[in-house]
């Protein structure tokens, strides 16, 4: 007999070699219907898998969100028969569930297109349709590779010969299609159902080798209904719409060329952003009690490998040699140049808590494939700050820090969705009793804050736990911005000490933290989450005065001086243009305010002020409008 314990506690015996399905009907002939997995000590199993032994035990529903990815996984072979039997000689190769969807790489002569999607997924709902079962069966390795190889699957042979001795070598049908798969599968492809779709292609290399042969990737998304994919389209659109990308060449903020992969070339508007941002973190950071340093760009090897990061991070390092024989690299982060301006002379645990903040521009060499806008770049600039402590101020240094990062996102027009605490990985350094008292003081400083933090089991760093805080966009989705990193590792490496109450030279401890992650990155959520229609206090360009007619030329040049003595960013339309495709033109560009002046305007003295996005106007005086805006154009910050 096995001995299974379900979720409501209730804990019952089965006769040994009992599948799920055979616990499902003893509990239920309807339950045994509506279940499409089982999970067995947090393993998710095929219903028809025998129960080798006892332990906690649930049924899931196609419904449960555990079902998603099986969902997902199931497609892939879904697609993976329908692309064999509409282009015949395709080899399969890998085919994974992935986050919001799912995809497949092919070995074909022939490359696919776009074209194809409509015919693969009719073909995938005739095979959901057929309702044939998935089946498992485990093979004999020198069996399954002889299989694959009498069909040509070159790829599915080598996988197989790979794989440990020690595993189990299972193979899924589903009908008379088969692939080598670990499972598990729903009962039959009609659970698949029909919520899925075709997104794009895209080439892979076999195994991620850029040596290795080329591959096709289908990529597709799966749901579990209608609805949920109808969803997730909608957003895929407007995320589309909103590509920082397209947005950032359109309002002439910034663009990135070939010659200088992953490094962004700053408009003069984009940088009119960056300084409006930097400038109001500069403020934020010393209304909070932090001093500005900065440091070398580039230093010695030396200096890296006693920080340790030599040995952890020289792949992606840019390294050059001298003509003197000197190995220099470019920093990759700021942590130890701060340590060494702290070590400089003696400290005094007076002086402590010691915030330490610079806006450091670090280089990281990131393969050209994974570099992506601004959200993925090589060179960037931090927000970084480095907080030397006590262990006793390590609470409320923390709790501060959440507070003011909390503040700065909702500033910038994103509110803090969740903070993960990333507890201890299985590779670690320090006592189980160091990660206990670690945890336990982060967990305390986000409750006192007034946040329950969520907890990401094992994502913590190598040599301490750490809090990520994760914001929600406008279209609902998340970005993990900001992170507060214990570390007492780097300060004795660095020797970096103080002279404590007690007259004796004691290790600070040190908080790496950092709120916006860095400006590029931040400023490329910026833009989508705003869609590139800032507010007015960030927008590059504040106002356009746009004429109706080329007599009121002059007035416009008269408004415009007005609005920049008062400190607003603008600037002139004095185009011999109808003013409505000036407003168009504008509006493409993101500009929050038109001012509209023509004949009537200047005579009276007046500015129709014209919003982004609406087709009203409002007539007001010259120095009713600088009232209105300049309120509007006041950081957060500096608000009453």
């Given at each position: 007999m096995i001995e299974l314990k379900f979720?409501?506690?209730?804990?019952?015996?089965?006769?040994?070699?009992?599948?799920?399905?055979?616990?499902?009907?003893?509990?239920?002939?309807?339950?045994?219907?509506?279940?499409?997995?089982?999970?067995?000590?947090?393993?998710?199993?095929?219903?028809?898998?025998?129960?080798?032994?006892?332990?906690?035990?649930?049924?899931?529903?196609?419904?449960?969100?555990?079902?998603?990815?099986?969902?997902?996984?199931?497609?892939a072979h879904v697609l993976a028969e329908a692309v064999q039997k509409l282009f015949p000689g395709t080899q399969v190769t890998i085919g994974p569930a992935i986050e919001d969807g799912f995809y497949y790489d092919f070995a074909r002569d022939e490359p696919f297109s776009t074209d194809d999607f409509a015919a693969i997924e009719k073909e995938m709902g005739k095979i959901v349709d057929r309702d044939a079962r998935f089946e498992r069966e485990v093979w004999d390795r020198d069996e399954a590779i002889l299989f694959f190889e009498a069909r040509g699957e070159t790829f599915k042979a080598e996988l197989i010969r790979d794989l440990p001795e020690t595993e189990t070598i299972t193979l899924y049908k589903q009908g008379d299609w088969i692939d080598l798969c670990r499972g598990p599968h729903f009962p039959s492809t009609r659970h698949v159902g029909k919520a899925f779709k075709l997104t794009k292609l895209a080439g892979a290399y076999w195994r991620g080798d850029s040596s290795r042969e080329q591959l096709q990737r289908i990529y597709g998304t799966a749901w579990a209904t209608k609805e949920d994919l109808d969803a997730y389209l909608l957003r895929i659109e407007e995320a589309e719409k909103r590509d920082h990308r397209k947005l950032g060449r359109a309002m002439e903020l910034f663009h990135m060329q070939e010659e200088g992969r992953g490094m962004v070339f700053w408009h003069p508007k984009g940088w009119v952003l960056w300084q409006v941002i930097e400038a109001y973190m500069r403020r934020r950071l010393d209304a909070a009690g932090y001093v500005e340093v900065k440091t070398p760009q580039v230093l010695d090897r030396k200096f890296w490998e006693e920080s340790g990061h030599w040995d952890k991070y020289r792949p992606n390092m840019f390294v050059c040699e001298t003509v003197e024989g000197e190995t220099l690299s470019l920093k990759p982060m700021n942590c130890p140049g701060h340590v060494q301006i702290f070590g400089i002379g003696q400290r005094s645990y007076r002086e402590l808590p010691l915030r330490m903040a610079e806006f450091g521009a670090c280089h990281r060499y990131e393969p050209s494939g994974a570099l992506h806008g601004l959200m993925r770049v090589r060179g960037f600039t931090q927000d970084d700050a480095h907080i030397f402590c006590r262990e006793d101020q390590i609470v409320e240094e923390t709790r501060r820090f959440i507070e003011l990062t909390k503040i700065v996102h909702a500033d910038l027009g994103m509110q803090t969705h969740e903070i993960a605490l990333a507890t201890r990985p299985d590779v670690r350094a320090g006592s189980d009793e160091f990660w206990d008292k670690a945890e336990a003081m982060l967990g305390e400083a986000a409750r006192l804050a007034g946040v329950e933090p969520v907890i990401a089991e094992g994502d913590g760093a190598f040599y301490a736990p750490k809090l990520?805080?994760?914001?929600?966009?406008?279209?609902?989705?998340?970005?993990?911005?900001?992170?507060?990193?214990?570390?007492?590792?780097?300060?004795?490496?660095?020797?970096?000490?103080?002279?404590?109450?007690?007259?004796?030279?004691?290790?600070?401890?040190?908080?790496?933290?950092?709120?916006?992650?860095?400006?590029?990155?931040?400023?490329?959520?910026?833009?989508?989450?705003?869609?590139?229609?800032?507010?007015?206090?960030?927008?590059?360009?504040?106002?356009?005065?746009?004429?109706?007619?080329?007599?009121?030329?002059?007035?416009?040049?008269?408004?415009?001086?007005?609005?920049?003595?008062?400190g607003l960013r603008v600037e002139t339309d004095l185009r011999n243009e109808k003013v409505g495709y000036k407003v168009r033109e504008h509006s493409v560009a993101k500009v929050p305010v038109i001012a509209v002046v023509g004949r009537n305007e200047a005579e009276k003295g007046e500015v129709a002020i014209r919003r982004l996005g609406s087709q009203d106007q409002t007539v007001v005086s010259i120095d009713e409008a600088i009232r209105i805006l300049i309120e509007e154009a006041t950081p957060p910050d500096l608000r009453d």
């Open positions: 979720p409501d506690g209730a804990v019952r015996e089965y006769p040994a070699g009992s599948t799920a399905r055979d616990v499902a009907h003893a509990i239920s002939p309807s339950l045994a219907k509506k279940a499409v997995l089982a999970e067995l000590n947090g393993e998710q199993r095929d219903l028809n898998r025998v129960l080798e032994t006892g332990g906690a035990f649930r049924l899931i529903m196609r419904d449960d969100p555990a079902a998603l990815y099986t969902i997902r996984h199931d497609t990520d805080f994760i914001v929600k966009d406008a279209i609902g989705r998340t970005w993990t911005c900001g992170t507060l990193q214990l570390d007492y590792v780097l300060p004795e490496r660095l020797n970096a000490e103080y002279t404590g109450e007690d007259g004796q030279k004691h290790r600070p401890v040190m908080l790496h933290r950092a709120i916006l992650g860095s400006f590029e990155r931040f400023i490329g959520i910026m833009i989508e989450n705003y869609a590139g229609a800032f507010p007015l206090w960030l927008a590059p360009v504040q106002a356009v005065v746009a004429t109706i007619t080329s007599d009121a030329d002059a007035y416009a040049e008269e408004v415009a001086a007005k609005f920049k003595a008062a």
